[in-house]
């Protein structure tokens, strides 16, 4: 009975245990087969016979009476090594294959994965490792051993292309198969886009698949570097996912986390403008998704934080944010830009509070934000010449005209994007009225990475560097710029710059609002527009999730320029169809 008892007592904690943790992402695994060998060490078949079974069919499991292996040879001279694509980026690892070799030693394998040939090729133990390759955040460059008829599982990152080195030497090491495992979020996408321009079409599905990825146990800036909870640059990622799968666990408990690793006052992050991108957030899934119950929850710290905000605005309007001062990595050196934009910032979480407290019925945040918009409104601050601080003050409905600052964004171009605050620039030219022009930015500066190559969006693009450029899936030629290891800047130079980074996915909501024409008007989606702003484009159909399933709209510009829009919504759904 002693035991008994014990054994009950040891259950109950478990148990206890296991309720008080919360509920993850369900993550589902899929594989891959490689789709192309793009490189190895032996063009002569001595040191690789037969690597053409790699591109087979493979049932997934090793047999005895199987015959069929790659066979590689490491010698003295020369290291047996292939490079493989899996033809997309994915978040995950690799699972090699082995046969019966005559020996049953495990073989010591060299795996080098890639998210672009070059870094998959790199060695981050060159001296002086000028590439800028590393092995941080995951490891993408690693020794694991194979065993005797069996299989490995390893790795643990982002990545397309994946080398394999065989260092044992002089062993017939055979490698019966390799496959990708990807692991990724399995909610369903409920927003779908598709145009009469497939350029843009694709866009919206690259912005919606980068999100995806960062979908993990957390809502993660990047797959690959940066597995990290960055609270202001979720804001793209919040968005996008709420047109992309509606609400999400995921993202509810990655703003969760930014309350429980940044207890007030601290700034999230250390950065005092990533606790304002939360609060906005934090506004948008009430609006998106009318979660009472969330915000009932966060209510006590939204409440404080704004407090904290109200704080640094004195009474004549001027902000004094601590913490660490910034927006974004271009203009992290220009502390003018950074001054206008965290003014412009305040104006739109105020402005975001207060809508929020009247759609949460909270009659204290309204008073408080409203109370703080009456002194911040006081100071007008200028552009200086930047987009960023430009798309700021249209986005906080400050005096300047929103044409003079679309100006400034339109003399800039693509030149003057960043993956992060492009989506803010696009958002002020809709704002304007310059949707077409949106629309041309937008397929020059994201187009361009699909012209390079990309399958997900990157952390970074100088878009200066494109003309010049070889594509990530190739080596890149002799006189053209390798755009992986040779660009970046900051804290993203070279091959440490990540290719699948969330807060890039700003242009799949951003078409899903203006292109394909439809937002929240109300808490909860409970009222929808529908209103397209055609630009470019002549035809647009796709979804937008609610709480009460999706809304679908299907428009077409006539011959005489005017839209018919159908729209089919569930009963729930009031639409103000402004495209009839």
């Not at 886009?193 to 843009?200: G, I, K, Q, T, V």
């Not at 009474?315 to 950074?338: A, C, H, N, Q, Y």
Request: net charge negative; hydrophobic share 40%; charged share 25%.
């Amino acid at each position: 009975m002693e035991k008994l008892k014990k054994s009950c007592t040891w259950m109950s904690l478990a148990l206890l245990v296991c309720c008080s943790v919360p509920a993850h992402a369900i993550l589902t695994e899929t594989k891959l087969a490689p789709t192309r060998i793009i490189w190895m060490s032996d063009s002569t078949g001595t040191q690789i016979k037969h690597p053409e079974i790699l591109l087979e069919d493979f049932i997934g499991q090793v047999s005895t009476a199987d015959p069929k292996n790659v066979v590689m040879k490491t010698t003295d001279e020369k290291q047996a090594s292939i490079l493989l694509d899996f033809g997309k980026e994915i978040n995950g690892g690799l699972k090699i294959y082995s046969g019966m070799a005559q020996s049953n030693k495990p073989v010591a394998l060299r795996v080098r994965l890639g998210e672009s040939v070059t870094e998959a090729m790199s060695d981050p133990n060159e001296p002086g490792n000028p590439q800028n390759s590393k092995n941080e955040h995951s490891l993408r460059d690693f020794v694991t051993h194979s065993p005797w008829l069996g299989s490995v599982r390893c790795g643990d990152s982002g990545f397309r292309f994946a080398r394999i080195d065989l260092l044992d030497k002089d062993v017939d090491f055979l490698l019966r198969y390799v496959e990708a495992v990807q692991v990724q979020d399995n909610a369903p996408m409920i927003g779908s886009f598709e145009c009469s321009d497939p350029r843009l079409t694709d866009i919206w599905n690259t912005g919606a698949r980068t999100v995806q990825l960062c979908l993990q146990d957390y809502l993660w800036d990047g797959i690959k570097r940066d597995r990290l909870v960055w609270l202001g640059d979720t804001h793209p990622e919040v968005m996008a996912t709420n047109v992309v799968f509606g609400e999400n666990d995921v993202v509810n408990r990655s703003l969760d986390f930014g309350v429980q690793d940044a207890p007030l006052p601290r700034w999230m992050n250390g950065f005092s403008a990533y606790s304002l991108w939360w609060l906005i957030s934090q506004h948008d899934l009430m609006l998106h998704h009318g979660n009472k119950d969330y915000y009932d929850k966060n209510r006590d710290y939204i409440l404080g934080l704004v407090k904290q905000v109200d704080s640094f605005v004195d009474k004549d309007g001027k902000e004094s944010l601590d913490g660490v001062r910034f927006l974004d990595w271009p203009t992290s050196e220009k502390p003018e830009v950074i001054n206008s934009g965290l003014h412009s910032l305040i104006v739109m979480t105020m402005n975001a509070m207060d809508n929020l407290g009247a759609m949460a019925g909270d009659n204290e945040l309204q008073s408080v934000a409203k109370n703080c918009l009456k002194r911040v409104k006081k100071v007008k601050v200028g552009d200086c010449g930047n987009s960023q601080a430009a798309a700021l003050i249209v986005l906080a409905a400050q005096d300047k005209k929103a044409d003079e600052a679309a100006k400034v964004i339109l003399a800039n171009g693509p030149d003057g994007f960043s993956t992060f605050y492009g989506y803010y620039m696009l958002e002020a030219l809709a704002k304007a009225g310059y949707h077409k022009e949106a629309q041309d930015l937008m397929s020059k500066y994201w187009g361009a990475m699909l012209d390079l190559g990309a399958t997900s969006f990157w952390e970074d693009l100088t878009y200066s560097q494109v003309a010049d450029a070889g594509r990530i899936d190739e080596f890149v030629p002799e006189g053209k710029r390798d755009i992986h290891a040779d660009g970046g800047a900051y804290c993203y130079v070279g091959l440490r710059l990540s290719l699948c980074h969330g807060w890039a996915s700003g242009p799949t909501p951003w078409l899903t609002k203006y292109a394909l024409g439809i937002y929240p008007a109300e808490a909860g989606s409970k009222t929808v527009i529908v209103d397209p702003k055609p630009g470019n484009l002549t035809w647009a159909r796709g979804t937008y999730p609610t709480p009460y399933g999706p809304v679908k709209v299907d428009w077409r510009k006539g011959a005489d320029g005017k839209i018919k829009c159908v729209v089919e919504a569930p009963a729930e759904v009031k639409v103000i169809n402004k495209a009839k």
